[in-house]
């Protein structure tokens, strides 16, 4: 197969780091997205991108790891170097502070971001409503830059990107040999996965620039995360909510929340309010699949289901995707050669 | 009783405030007078970054040492007002880095989480062996200067803009005691030999995705003379200049690109940053902080002068612990001027 044309659907972080790992291991493939959003209208722009992950109950704990491992090493090289700003990716350092114990006092992924470390009784005064807390230092993805900056890179490989809202696979067997799908909770629809849902978050967006230190609150539902312009205000945690409209009693308790671990939020302006429904699963769907229909296969490899942890593990999903599309060449290059004998 | 404050940079402006607010209470006759020609954002307390940091080598002063924390703990308690944002106070976390190893600094326990780097925060600086990490506090002297100007205002401060030339200028016109808060220009008025000044030059750029500050050290090179990069609530601060000696105020091409190709190298993503800014300054360099009364004999009484200048590269550092102590020696004035039977009352 001279050039294997992949077809990945979905232009979420997902959908671009997958595109782009594809024509990383695969420079013979023709690459091209699809998909009915783009940045800045994505579920991955409405989230803050900050590297901290989010257990996913039936995905073993060394998989989870190498995949934070991987997208922390990937995003780490390039915050350090001159395209740091045009991507989006910034150091940010602060805490995850705790009412009470942690279930773990060393999170898996406790060696991997930097400096990781018990806060001290100087430090934990500063909320006096928590007893337990932990620093480290960890990366940060802006969107819409780092979405936008992803574009830029799989342009310049030739990847082309097009607007279409594909309803079902198989629209796109003629055109293309394989299909990639990161469509999120698009995913429930597309392939009748019934076992993905909505985690609904409503989050203010405020400007804020004093707020350099980024605060979380270990039961996962506030937090502050500052961003380059602006910073990100959380949230909430609807199991089962496809409400994509702000709710205006909702942005009140986000922000009471939110000024009573950082008083000086009060200041706040030009407060945006965004929603993002979190496209969450057991476990992350990372995964090849032959689909058949009178007499026609249509090699799909799956990525999607990431929940509330999509950027702190897109470059490891991205990877192993990477890797299944190259079975799925492997294996139809394998089957063309039986077919000619 | 009058008092006059000669200086309005952030030294001037707290020692005012301090001595307001502890004795204007006690003493209903107390006027309090400002005198300066330069107010922010002209002062050298407005040029400076802000960052809260004593130099990382002991000049073995306790004292100092002391006032450092004094204004550490002090500002840490006003960070939850509601005063905070407008006095341009809030935290930082950040490295200091060094290519051998240094002693711990003397505010180690003062700062939040001080440690020590681990190898893998050193790979973000290729060239530095050891370094800390901290998290300590920015206080932004184009916001804390109006704030500190606002309150001494609303108490009945009153402020003149005008250059002060000698101490016998303000007694003679019936001051009972002067502040010397002048900061560089305090050898015009009574010359010191061990003031000088240390000149800084910094660039200010647009790079809000820098939100660690990080100073490096070389230790041959003495503090500053290596690159340093402050994020800051409008723009960025990038530095590492300090020429003892020289005395100008004119931004040098030559320093311009050293700080620009020094801070490039340390963090590369500097830059694409759009430089909006460039300020020099001269920082007044000293062995030690002069805090200390002066009795000056003028006729038939005694005046009194306070000290409170040469305070180097850390005036936003030490400026509480220095204005408290420079309102104890206000104190101690006034207990005297009792045993003396003067009565602190108005002039007659």
Redesign the interface.
């Known amino acids: 197969m001279a050039s294997p044309k992949v077809a990945v659907v979905g232009a979420g972080v997902i959908g671009l780091s997958t595109a782009l790992c594809i024509t990383e291991t695969c420079p013979s493939c023709s690459v091209t997205v699809l998909s009915d959003q783009f940045s800045p209208n994505t579920t991955s722009d409405v989230a803050a991108g900050m590297l901290i992950p989010h257990i996913y109950p039936d995905t073993p704990i060394h998989r989870q790891k190498q995949w934070f491992q991987e997208t922390f090493t990937y995003l780490f090289a390039i915050?350090?170097?001159?395209?740091?700003?045009?991507a989006?990716?910034?150091?940010?350092?602060?805490w995850q502070i705790f009412k009470s114990p942690p279930k773990e006092e060393l999170p898996f992924w406790s060696d991997i971001v930097?400096?990781f470390?018990p806060?001290?009784e100087?430090?934990l005064q500063?909320f006096p409503q928590h007893r337990f807390g932990q620093?480290f230092?960890t990366l940060k993805c802006?969107c819409p830059p780092y979405l936008l900056w992803l574009e830029k890179r799989l342009k310049a490989t030739g990847t082309q990107m097009y607007t279409r809202k594909v309803a079902d696979l198989w629209e796109l067997h003629r055109e293309y040999d394989i299909v990639v799908n990161c469509t999120g909770l698009g995913a429930h629809q597309l392939v009748g996965d019934k076992q993905l849902f909505p985690v609904r978050g409503q989050v203010l967006k405020v400007h804020a620039?004093?707020?350099?230190?980024f605060i979380r609150d270990g039961d996962g539902l506030t937090y502050i995360y500052?961003g380059?312009?602006r910073v990100t205000l959380g949230g909430t945690r609807e199991k089962g909510s496809w409400s994509l409209s702000p709710d205006a009693g909702t942005t009140r308790d986000i922000f009471d929340r939110c000024c009573s671990l950082e008083?000086?939020l009060?200041?706040a302006q030009d407060i945006e309010v965004k929603v993002g429904l979190r496209p969450s699963r057991q476990s992350v769907r990372v995964q090849r699949e032959v689909l058949s229909q009178g007499g026609i296969k249509l090699p799909v490899v799956h990525n999607y289901g990431h929940g509330a942890g999509g950027f702190s593990v897109h470059r490891g999903t991205a990877k192993e995707a990477a890797v299944l599309v190259e079975e799925c060449i492997s294996a139809l290059q394998a089957s063309s050669s039986r077919a000619k004998l | 009783m009058r008092v006059a404050v000669i200086g309005a940079g952030v030294i001037g402006l707290s020692s005012a405030l301090c001595i307001q607010e502890q004795f204007q209470s006690l003493l209903p006759s107390l006027q309090l007078e400002i005198y300066a020609d330069r107010f922010t954002p002209h002062t050298t307390s407005d040029g400076a970054a802000g960052l809260w940091q004593p130099y990382v080598s002991d000049r073995g002063i306790l004292q100092e040492t002391l006032w450092n924390k004094e204004t550490f703990d002090h500002l840490l308690g006003q960070l939850h007002s509601p005063a905070a944002k407008d006095m341009g106070l809030f935290l930082i976390s950040g490295y200091n880095l060094f290519r051998e190893p240094p002693p711990d600094p003397s505010w180690k326990n003062v700062v939040l989480g001080f440690r020590h780097l681990t190898p893998k925060e050193l790979e973000l600086f290729p060239g530095y062996s050891h370094g800390w990490f901290n998290t300590a506090l920015m206080l932004e002297g184009r916001s804390y200067l109006p704030w500190l100007t606002n309150r001494l205002t609303q108490r009945g401060v009153k402020f003149f803009h005008k250059k002060v030339e000698s101490f016998q200028e303000l007694f003679s016109q019936g001051v009972d005691v002067v502040l010397n808060c002048s900061g560089m220009r305090s050898g015009d008025l009574q010359p010191d030999p061990e003031l000088q000044p240390g000149r800084g030059q910094i660039i200010r750029v647009l790079a809000p995705w820098v939100k660690h500050f990080i100073i490096t050290h070389d230790l041959k090179s003495g503090i500053y003379n290596s690159p340093y990069v402050i994020p800051g609530s409008e723009f960025t601060v990038l530095g590492g200049v300090y020429q003892h000696g020289n005395w100008s105020e004119e931004n040098s091409a030559k320093d311009h690109k050293s700080i620009w190709d020094s801070c490039c190298q340390l963090l590369p993503a500097l830059q694409k940053a759009k430089i909006v800014g460039e300020w020099s300054g001269l920082r007044p360099a000293r062995p030690s902080v002069r805090l200390e009364r002066e009795s000056i004999r003028l006729g038939n009484r005694q005046a009194e002068v306070i000290h409170n200048y040469g305070h180097g590269g850390f005036g936003l550092t030490i400026h509480w612990g220095c204005a408290m102590a420079a309102a104890r020696l206000f104190g101690t004035i006034l207990q005297e001027k009792q045993q003396l039977g003067i009565p602190p009352g108005p002039r007659l």
């Open positions: 915050s350090n170097s001159a395209e740091a700003s045009e989006g990716i910034h150091l940010v350092s602060g930097l400096g470390r806060m001290s100087a430090e500063k620093a230092t802006d620039p004093w707020v350099t230190q500052p380059i312009h008083p000086s009060q200041g």
